[in-house]
């Protein structure tokens, strides 16, 4: 087995090889360690990505609107930095759409790290593949095979508000069973055990 | 009274670094008291009568178990090199995370005497190998099997029966990741498992001389008086590898700096210094002369350092003996600031690790804040603004700026990875080929050319934006924000200069390892020794822990 520390190494000498600088490539290995930490096939998108790199002309995206179609193809690591460096501000969007970017999983740990940043889960749809993305902490998805995504026709990006997942009525039942941890109060416990004074007019 | 935290420009400068000496903060000194109470033992020694074989040592608490794997192998005189283009040792050894079991044991001997070319697993923590000293261990074998005892006047002369070659962990050639262990209590400093590694070693070179002597005469060998053991060590040939590592790792080189300015900055600021510790530090001034005096080196550049030590510490008596009163408030302030005006680099830093040898309260509770999560500071943030990076630029790299690229003399170097040895190297930029294929290790010039980027740009603008067109100087945009949270993160200096001593990197590290007797071969490589006058396995549960001027 490869260490992560070794993939991390090995995929930031590579992404230098093929003609990034040194600071995005310090990126690119740490997101693919990252993949392969959460059990996603990092190091074998990157090297498939690598072997056509340098025979298609991809695209980058400098400002991110609603919607964003690119001529060609977008270049996920391209992309990816700019949608990170840029996520505090495109958060304000909600909702984005990107078309045709390929081989589209390199791209999701730039959309992760942005759910740490700005501090919202981020739902991520590459065609029919789901990941929710929670604060760079964990990723949930229906992807579950290892299989090679080349290319993505729509991606769908939706920043989520920071509300809870339950209801209230779930919040009230807990929070009445979690008093039973408490002690019944009576006057006299009250003026034997309270650490603060009963009256602060002193 | 409040004393502030030394200056980082003038702390980080290459030759303050490359004066640093071994401390209670060193991570060797560290280990034996986190291990003191381990239970030490021998579980294999499996050698032949030539001392070839498998042997196995352990520490073990409680229910967890660390193994050393240990296998000396055949090498003729001819195949013995301690270049790091060696393909083959004396001995080779693995850290086990455990007990092994026989079929780790199997695997290990198909892949441990390969080093960088065998295959490792998350069960394994270190990996090292080493070449005897063999002048020293033929000579201990002669003796012993002749039941005498070797002349330590001889033996000082080297210091150790072996020398490590390389030492290897954090998931090199498949080894456990770091973040497999960091949370173990056990190991809440740096390099802990390595030194653990290197200390195990040490004992296998004295095991192993016993017993070829006893196979060689088994009538009349002795074994290795105790007393020599101790004072001996296992040494290092340390080559440029440990360079980079200290530019590569900012916020770790910050917080072993930073622990050392801080226990000095709380040592002057004690009042009053008690007898009784300040018969620690001049015992341990005093008998460092001894130390110094028998560090022995063929280079120049050492020579003149050490002499210059040696003289610094005669001074240093002589101005305790005649100008402080050990009655008087904040003399370890008093004396640190002498130091600073009459003493050269080497003996200022000196004098601060002795400073560090009364004081457990103060170093103690420091050296677990040695190790570093350097993810956390992974991320640039994105929302600041051109202005604040300028600030930062200003104000952390200002004799930086001042250095001028566009002379040769400046611009010199270049630091790169060898392809048959993926191992750092440094060549000259106007003579050898491969700079293109530079490491990001020039960061005195990379700071400059962003400064120089920067400079007409609206201050509002935020580093986001900048960075959509400017990746290429993403890796140094990062740094000036690991700058600004790590004061001690980077070295002052060009790395890439005509005058660069590389070495002084070297020693920077080693001396945090707890490294002596440095011994530079030339101004890439430098021998050291580790561990020499450190107890021994079954000694460690009650020990002098100023062993090391003994």
């Given amino acids: ?202 | 009274m409040q004393v502030p935290l030394r200056d980082p420009k003038i702390v980080m400068k290459l030759s303050r670094l490359g004066s640093f000496h071994q401390s209670k903060l060193s991570f060797l000194r560290s280990f034996l008291n986190e291990f003191k109470d381990w239970k030490y033992n021998r579980d294999l020694f499996d050698l032949n009568d030539r001392g070839y074989g498998v042997a196995i040592y352990s520490f073990s608490k409680d229910k967890k178990t660390y193994s050393l794997v240990c296998f000396a192998n055949e090498l003729k005189d001819e195949e013995r090199s301690d270049r790091v283009i060696a393909t083959k040792w004396d001995a080779a050894f693995a850290l086990y995370d455990g007990i092994p079991s026989k079929i780790d044991i199997d695997r290990l001997s198909q892949n441990v005497p390969k080093q960088e070319v065998g295959r490792l697993s998350y069960k394994e923590l270190t990996l090292s190998r080493a070449n005897r000293s063999v002048r020293a261990f033929n000579y201990v074998v002669e003796c012993l099997s002749k039941g005498i005892q070797p002349n330590t006047n001889e033996l000082s002369k080297v210091g150790y029966l072996y020398r490590t070659t390389a030492v290897y962990g954090s998931g090199k050639f498949g080894l456990a990741d770091r973040f497999r262990i960091k949370n173990r209590d056990e190991i809440n400093g740096p390099f802990r498992l390595e030194m653990m590694l290197v200390y195990l070693v040490r004992q296998f070179t004295f095991d192993q001389v016993n017993h070829i002597a006893k196979h060689k005469n088994p009538k009349d060998a002795v074994e290795l008086d105790l007393d020599i053991c101790r004072n001996l060590g296992i040494g290092n040939s340390t080559g440029l590898g440990m360079a980079p590592f200290i530019v590569n790792h900012p916020s770790l080189l910050n917080n072993w700096i930073l622990a050392k300015e801080t226990a000095l900055k709380k040592i002057r600021e004690i009042e009053k210094v008690s007898d009784e510790e300040f018969k620690i530090f001049y015992n341990c001034l005093t008998k460092s002369l001894k130390n110094v005096t028998s560090w022995n080196t063929d280079s120049e550049y050492q020579k003149k350092k050490i002499n210059n030590l040696i003289n610094d510490l005669q001074n240093l008596i002589n101005y305790l003996k005649d100008n402080i009163d050990k009655s008087n408030f904040y003399i370890f302030d008093k004396l640190y600031n002498w130091a600073e005006e009459n003493l050269s680099e080497e003996g200022i830093e000196y004098l601060v690790s002795i400073m560090m040898e009364p004081y457990n309260e103060i170093i103690d509770p420091l050296i677990s804040q040695m190790s570093s999560d350097e993810d956390i500071s992974f991320n640039i943030p994105i929302d600041r603004t051109i202005n604040d990076l300028r600030e930062i630029i200003e104000k952390n790299y200002s004799d930086i700026l001042k250095i001028d690229f566009s002379k040769n003399e400046n611009n010199k170097k270049f630091w790169f990875i060898s392809k048959n040895k993926e191992e750092p190297r440094i060549g000259d930029r106007f003579e050898d080929n491969g700079s293109e294929l530079e490491q990001p290790t020039a960061i005195a010039r990379d700071i400059k050319k962003l400064y120089e980027t920067i400079f007409t740009l609206k201050n509002s603008l935020k580093i986001g934006k900048f960075l959509v067109r400017n990746n290429d100087l993403r890796h140094i945009v990062r740094r000036v924000f690991i700058t600004e949270k790590y004061p001690y993160s980077e070295i002052q200096d060009n790395t890439i200069g005509s005058k660069l001593v590389p070495i002084d990197m070297l020693r920077l590290k080693l001396s945090f390892f707890g490294a002596v007797k440095f011994d530079p071969r030339s101004d890439k490589w430098l021998r050291i020794c580790m561990f020499q006058g450190a107890p021994l396995p079954n000694e460690l549960n009650s020990f002098n822990q100023y062993w090391i001027y003994n």
């Fill in chain 1, 1 to 202: 087995m490869r260490s992560y520390s070794e993939i991390d190494t090995i995929v930031k000498r590579s992404t230098k090889a093929k003609g990034f600088s040194w600071g995005v490539a310090e990126e690119i290995g740490k997101n693919i360690k990252q993949l392969e930490l959460f059990g996603l096939p990092g190091i074998k998108h990157i090297n498939q990505y690598f072997k056509i790199f340098n025979n298609e002309k991809f695209e980058n995206c400098q400002s991110f609107n609603k919607s964003n179609r690119p001529q060609n193809f977008y270049c996920p690591i391209k992309l990816g930095l700019s949608f990170f460096d840029q996520s505090i501000s495109i958060q304000d969007l909600n909702d984005i759409e990107i078309e045709k970017m390929a081989y589209p999983l390199i791209f999701l740990p730039f959309v992760s790290r942005s759910s740490e940043i700005t501090g919202k889960r981020i739902f991520l749809k590459i065609d029919q593949k789901e990941f929710l993305l929670n604060f760079n902490q964990s990723i949930y998805s229906n992807y579950l095979s290892s299989e090679i995504v080349e290319k993505a026709d729509v991606i769908k990006i939706q920043f989520l508000e920071n509300k809870n997942n339950f209801s209230e009525e779930d919040w009230k039942e807990l929070t009445k069973l979690s008093e039973n941890t408490f002690v019944e109060e009576t006057d006299e416990l009250k003026q034997k055990t309270a650490g603060a004074g009963l009256t602060d007019n002193d």
